[in-house]
C-alpha cells in the first residue's frame, strides 16, 4: 500500500472515530479547553495512523476492536495478510458480542485465506461465535474439521444445540463426550428444562451425581431445581435442597430464590417461607414470589401480611407486586384493601401504562366502585385492551349496561383493536339490557368487520341474550350452527332461559346435556325441579329430587355478602345466628310496610312450595340478599353506598325489592349481576365462603 493510500485509510477512520465518538456525553466534553480535547481524539486516530503507516494493520485492528468499531476492523482486516492469532481472538469476540454472523464469518474466510492454522482456542471460538450467532451448521462444520478437541469444545458444542432446543443432537454429542466436566451436564439439565421436559432434566441430574469425580455447579442445581417445580415433585427438590447444602452452595441467594420458587409450586408454602426467611439481602422479586404464592394457596392473611412487611422493609414494590395483591383484593372483592393499595401506589409513584394499573381498574370493577375504576382510565393516557375490557365487563356486571356500550364505542374511537375478550363483555352488557338486535350486531361483527374468530363464549353469551328474552326457535338455530360443541355454560345459560319462559321441553334438553357433562351439579337437578313445579308437573319434580337423593346430590346453599370496616358478613337465607339478627329482621319488616305503599309486590309465584300465600311472602323476605342489604343500612352512616355480593344468581323478588329499598332509604344499593355461565366462573374462581370459613358471619380479612 503507498503512503497516499495509507494516509487515506487513516483519513477515513479519524472521520468514523469522531463521528462515533460524539454521544450524549458530548455537551459536558466541549466544556473542557478545545486542546485538551482535540489532542485526546487526535492521540487516538494517531495510533490507528502510525500503526497503518507501519503496515502494522493486526495492531490496527486491535485498536478499533477496542472501540468496538467491528465494521471498521473488518475493512482494514482486508489489508492484513497474516496478522497474528490474538488479532482474530479478538475479532472473533467482538463478532460473538455483537451476534454480528456475516462479519463472522469473513473472519473465518480470512483465517482460511492466509494460510494460518488455528488451534484449538481460536477454533473453540469460531465455535461459540457460530452456536450464539444461530448458525449451528456452521459450528458443527468446525467441529467435525477440528484435528483436536478439548473438552471446551464438545460443551461449546452441546450447550449450542441445547440451547437452541434440539436436545437429542445435545444428547447423541454427549454420550460421545470422552471426558465431561460440570459445563457439560449443566448444558444438558438446562437444555431437557428449556424444552419442558423436567423427567429428563432429573434423570440427567441423577446420573451426574453417580458420576466419579462430577460435581455440579450452582447453574447446574439451579436446573436441576427448576425441573422439580415443573413436575412438580417435591421429593426430588428435597434431595437437591441436600445437595445444596451438602456441596456448599447454599451461599447464592438467586439459588435460594430459585428452592423457595421449587416449594411454593410443589405446594410447601411454609418450606417456601423458610426458604425466604434465610435469604439475607431480599430482592423485590423474592418478596413478590413469595407474596405470590401465599395468594396462589389461598392464604391470604399471610400474603396481605407479608405484603405489609415488604412495605416497611423499605423495599419498594414493583408493578408485579402491585398486580399481584390487587388481583388478590379482586378474587376476595375486598374494596377497601384495595383502596389501600391504591393509595400506596399514588404515594409511591407506579406507571400508569403498567399492568397494575390494569389490575386497579379490574379490582375496581369486580368490587362494584365504577366510578373509582372510570378515575384510574381516565387518568391514564393511553389504557390498555385490558383495563377497556374491565371496565366495559364491569359496567356490564353492575346493571349498566348503556355506559358499557358507550365505552366499548370510546375503545374503538381510541384506536384499540378489541379482542374476544372484550366481545364477551359487550355481548354480556347486550344480554343485561336486552339488547337482542343489538347483540346479534355485535355477535356477527366480529368476524365480519373485527376479523376475528367467534370463540365458544361468544354463542355461550349470544345464546344466554337469546334464551332470556324467549327466541327459542333462533335460539336453536345459532347451536346448530356451531363449529365447536356446546360447553356446559351454554346448556346452562338455555336452561335459565327455558326456566324464565317456562319451556319445559327445551330444559329437558338442556338438563339431558348437562347430565352428561356434570351428573353431580345440583343446579341442573333444582332447576329442573324448580321448571316441573312451576309447570304444575309434581311427579316429574318428585322425581327429580328423588333423583338427587339416590346419588346424593345436594343443593348449595344460597348466600350474600358485605363488608364494614373491613369485616365480612355472610348470610344464607333464614339463617338467625348474626348477632344483629332481630334488629335485622324488625328493620326488614317495617321496610317491607313502606315498600307495599311504593308499589312493591312480592313475587309469590318464585316459592315452589305448597305452602298459603302469606307463608311465601314470608319465606321471600328472609332471602340472603334482603338480609345483607338491611344489615349494611343499619350499620352504615346516612347516604352511603352498598354492596352486596351473592354467590349464585339474584332472584327477581330480590332484584325488584332492592330497587324499591334504594328509592325509600335513599341509598345506592349495587349488586354486581352475573349471567348463569358466568356464575360458573366466578364461583369457581373465587370460592369465598368455603375457602376462608366465613360461617359464622364475621370474619376480618386481615
Known amino acids: 500500500m503507498n503512503q497516499s493510500s495509507v494516509r487515506k485509510l487513516s483519513t477515513f477512520h479519524v472521520l468514523v472515530i469522531l463521528k462515533r465518538n460524539i454521544s450524549s456525553s458530548y455537551a459536558s466534553m466541549k466544556r473542557i479547553p478545545e486542546k485538551k480535547f482535540f489532542k485526546s481524539n487526535q492521540e487516538d486516530v494517531g495510533v490507528v495512523e502510525r500503526l497503518c503507516k507501519g503496515k502494522r494493520f493486526g495492531e490496527a485492528i486491535d485498536v478499533l476492536c477496542e472501540q468496538k468499531l467491528l465494521g471498521e476492523a473488518i475493512q482494514l482486516l482486508g489489508r492484513a495478510k497474516k496478522p497474528p492469532a490474538s ?5 472473533i469476540q467482538i463478532c460473538t458480542q455483537k451476534r454480528a454472523l456475516e462479519e463472522g464469518k469473513k473472519v473465518h474466510q480470512h483465517i482460511r485465506a492466509s494460510g494460518f492454522v488455528p488451534g484449538v482456542v481460536i477454533r473453540n471460538r469460531l465455535l461459540r461465535m457460530y452456536t450464539k450467532c444461530g448458525s449451528l451448521v456452521d459450528a458443527r462444520k468446525v467441529f467435525d ?3 483436536q478437541r478439548d473438552v471446551c469444545s464438545w460443551n461449546v458444542m452441546v450447550n449450542g444445540y441445547a440451547e437452541f432446543g434440539l436436545v437429542e443432537e445435545a444428547r447423541k454429542l454427549f454420550d460421545e463426550m470422552p471426558e465431561r466436566d460440570s459445563y457439560s451436564w449443566t448444558a444438558m439439565v438446562a437444555g431437557y428444562v428449556k424444552r419442558d421436559q423436567p423427567e429428563e432434566a432429573l434423570m440427567m441430574y441423577s446420573l451426574m451425581q453417580k458420576e466419579p469425580n462430577s460435581k455440579g455447579n450452582i447453574f447446574t442445581v439451579s436446573s436441576a431445581v427448576a425441573a422439580a417445580a415443573e413436575i412438580p415433585c417435591i421429593r426430588r427438590g428435597k434431595e437437591i435442597h441436600g445437595h445444596v447444602v451438602r456441596g456448599g452452595l447454599d451461599y447464592d441467594e438467586v439459588l435460594w430464590s430459585s428452592l423457595m420458587d421449587m416449594y411454593g ?8 417461607r423458610s426458604v425466604f426467611d ?6 423485590v422479586v423474592s418478596w413478590t414470589s413469595m407474596i405470590d404464592r401465599y395468594f396462589k394457596s389461598r392464604r391470604w392473611r399471610e400474603g396481605f401480611c407479608l405484603f405489609s412487611e415488604l412495605v416497611g422493609s423499605g423495599a419498594q414494590p414493583n408493578e408485579y407486586t402491585f398486580a399481584g395483591v390487587l388481583n388478590a383484593c379482586t378474587d376476595l372483592t375486598t374494596e377497601e384493601v384495595g383502596k389501600q393499595v391504591h393509595g400506596y401506589m399514588t404515594r409511591v409513584g407506579y406507571d400508569p401504562y403498567s399492568f397494575a394499573s390494569s389490575s386497579l381498574v379490574d379490582m375496581y370493577t369486580k368490587c362494584g366502585n365504577m366510578e373509582s375504576a372510570k378515575h384510574v382510565v381516565d387518568g391514564c393516557p393511553k389504557p390498555d385492551l385490558f383495563s ?6 364491569g359496567y356490564a356486571q353492575n346493571g349498566e349496561p348503556e355506559k358499557a356500550l358507550k365505552y366499548f364505542n370510546l375503545l374503538l374511537e381510541s384506536g384499540t383493536k378489541p379482542d374476544h375478550i372484550t366481545f364477551v363483555s359487550v355481548l354480556s352488557a347486550c344480554t ?3 339488547l337482542v338486535e343489538e347483540g346479534l350486531k355485535y355477535f356477527y361483527s366480529i368476524t365480519e368487520k373485527h376479523e376475528l374468530s367467534h370463540t365458544d363464549d361468544h354463542y355461550t353469551c349470544l345464546v344466554d341474550l337469546l334464551a332470556r328474552s324467549g327466541r327459542f326457535e333462533q335460539l336453536k338455530d345459532i347451536i346448530s350452527q356451531m363449529p365447536m360443541k356446546p360447553s356446559k355454560f351454554l346448556w346452562a345459560s ?4 327455558c326456566s324464565t319462559h317456562g319451556n319445559v321441553d327445551l330444559a329437558e334438553e338442556a338438563a339431558k346435556e348437562l347430565f352428561k357433562i356434570e351428573p353431580e351439579n345440583p343446579a341442573t337437578y333444582v332447576t329442573m325441579a324448580n321448571i ?4 304444575g308437573k309434581w311427579e316429574e319434580e318428585g322425581r327429580m329430587r328423588k333423583r338427587m337423593s339416590e346419588i346424593g346430590v345436594t343443593k348449595r346453599p344460597g348466600s350474600s355478602w358485605t363488608e364494614i370496616k373491613r369485616k365480612r358478613h355472610v348470610f344464607i337465607a333464614a339463617d338467625t345466628s348474626h348477632p344483629m339478627h332481630d334488629q335485622i329482621v324488625e328493620y326488614l319488616g317495617e321496610l317491607r310496610k313502606k315498600m307495599k305503599e311504593e308499589g312493591y309486590v312480592p313475587a309469590t309465584n318464585l316459592v315452589l312450595h305448597d305452602v298459603e300465600d302469606e307463608q311465601k311472602e314470608e319465606n321471600l323476605v328472609y332471602h340472603s340478599e334482603k338480609l345483607a342489604v338491611a344489615f349494611a343500612i343499619l350499620s352504615t352512616p346516612e347516604g352511603t353506598g352498598i354492596k352486596v355480593f351473592k354467590n349464585l344468581r339474584s332472584c327477581v323478588d330480590c332484584h325488584s325489592a332492592i330497587k324499591f329499598i334504594s328509592k325509600i332509604t335513599k341509598r345506592k344499593i349495587t349488586e354486581p349481576c352475573y349471567s348463569g355461565w358466568a356464575l360458573f366462573w366466578l364461583m369457581q374462581k373465587i370460592h369465598i365462603c368455603s375457602t376462608l370459613g366465613l360461617l359464622p358471619m364475621e370474619q376480618d380479612l386481615l
Open 87 to 91: 488479532t482474530y481472538c479478538n475479532l
Open 145 to 147: 474439521e477440528m484435528p
Open 265 to 272: 409450586k410443589c405446594g410447601c408454602i411454609d418450606e417456601a
Open 278 to 283: 434465610k435469604i439475607v439481602d431480599k430482592d
Open 388 to 393: 377497556w375490557t374491565s371496565l366495559i365487563g
Open 432 to 434: 343485561h339490557a336486552g
Open 494 to 497: 338455555v336452561l335459565g332461559g
Open 532 to 535: 316441573y313445579a312451576a309447570a
